[in-house]
């Protein structure tokens, strides 16, 4: 799986970073989203998929097959 953000479409609403943050953190400086690992292990798999599924900007995007 690799996970994939847009920060022109970030809202900063933080629901990432709380949702899974040992793959997302937010920037000290706007909010927006910092993606910290594009390719997290087997087992977040289901917490980042959660992400996606709350993100309120639709940032975040998975690449499942690689």
Do not use: N, Y
């Not at 996970?3 to 706007?30: H, I, N, Y």
């Not at 909010?31 to 910290?36: E, I, K, N, Y």
């Amino acid at each position: 799986m690799r996970v994939d953000v847009d920060t022109d479409k970030c809202c900063g609403a933080g629901m990432c970073a709380l949702t899974e943050p040992l793959v997302f953190d937010q920037s000290r400086e706007d909010g927006t989203v910092v993606l910290l690992s594009a390719h997290p292990p087997e087992e977040l798999w289901d917490s980042v998929e959660e992400c996606v599924r709350v993100c309120p900007s639709q940032s975040i995007s998975l690449d499942e097959t690689a």
